[in-house]
C-alpha cells in the first residue's frame, strides 16, 4: 500500500506549475518534476544540484528578488526572466514566502513558478498579445525590427500614459529621454545581432513624467511570420531615485567632512597671521605709511575668517552656477 508521503509526492508532481523550497544560500531543497519540465533539465538530481542563481537571466535578479521579499514579506506572480540548461530565455511568473527559524531568521523561500513565456505570443499572428499578459504587472511589448510598437499590454500603456490605441505603430524612440536617443538604434541592432540584449532605458511618458525600466528584449524568429522583437521591462524608477537620492547623501556627507577639515586646517594658519597682523599695527600710528595697508590685509583676513566660519556651518546642499557650467557649494546659502 503506498504511503501518504508517495501519494503526496506524486500529488506535487503532476501539478501544472512548478514547486520549490531553496536555500537563502542558493541551494534547492526540494522541487518538483514540473521544475525539470521549466527548466529543461532530464531528471530532478541535475536540477537540484544546479546552483539557483544560475537559472537567472542576470544574476543580480535574485538578489532583487530576495530583498523584495523581505521587504515586502512575500512576492505575488512577479515576472522574471529565466534560463534554461541550454541557456534559451524563459519567461516565469514567481511566487514565494519565506520560511524562518525559531530565532527570526530567513532560512528558505517556498515557492511556486509558472512558464509564460509562451503568453507572449499570439497563435495567429505571432505578433499579438496574450489576453492574459495584461495581469502581468511588468511592460510587455512588441516591437518590429525598426522599434515601432505593434503591441503592449495595459501596464506598458499606463506606464507610457496613454492608451494602447494611441501607442501602437509609434516608435518607442519618441518615449525615450533625448538625450538617450541616439543611443537606441545600437540597442536595436544589438538585439538584431545576437539575439538578446538589457539595457536600463529612461523613458517620458505623454504627461511628461520620467521612468526608468529595466528592459530584456529577445528576437523572435518564426517560421512563416515576420521577425520581431518582444521585450519585457520592469519599473524601476523607484529603486533609480532611491539609488540617486543616496548617492546624494554620500556625496554631501563628504561635501561635510571636507568642509570640517578644511575649516579645522584654515583656522590654524589666520589665527597666527590674525596675531602677527595685530603686533605689527601696535607698533604703527595712524599717519605711518604702512598702517593703510596693514589695515586692509587685516579687513581681508578678516575675510577669510568669515568663510572659514561658514564652511564650519555648511549644513546642506546648495550649489551655484560657475564658469563654463560647473556647479559650485553656495556658502552663503549652505551654511
Known sequence: MRSKLTKWIDFLDNLPVGVYRSTI??????????MTRIFGFDCLEDLMAHPVVDLYWEKKDRGNFIQGIMEHGYADDVSLPFKSRQGDPIWCAVTARPVFDEDGIMVYLDGTIRDITEQVKDPETGKRLHDMINAINDLVIILDLDGTMLDINQAGAELLGGRKADLLDRELSDFILEKDRGLFPLFLS?????GRKEAILALVDLH??????????????????????????RDITDRVRSQSDELVRERFQGVLEMAGGVAHKMNQPLTVVNHLVLEVMKGLTPD????????????????LNDIAAKIRGVHRYESMDYVGGVKIVDLDKAS
Not at 25 to 34: A, D, S, T
Not at 288 to 303: G, H, N, T, V
Open 25 to 34: 544560500e542558493g541551494k534547492f531543497v526540494y522541487c518538483n518534476l514540473q
Open 190 to 194: 544589438e538585439v538584431r545581432k545576437s
Open 208 to 233: 511628461q513624467r520620467e521612468h526608468f525600466i529595466e528592459f530584456h528584449a529577445f528576437l523572435v524568429r518564426e517560421a512563416g511570420r515576420h521577425d520581431h522583437i518582444r521585450g519585457i521591462a
Open 288 to 303: 605711518s605709511p604702512l598702517y593703510d595697508r596693514i589695515e586692509r590685509i587685516q579687513a581681508q583676513i578678516q575675510k
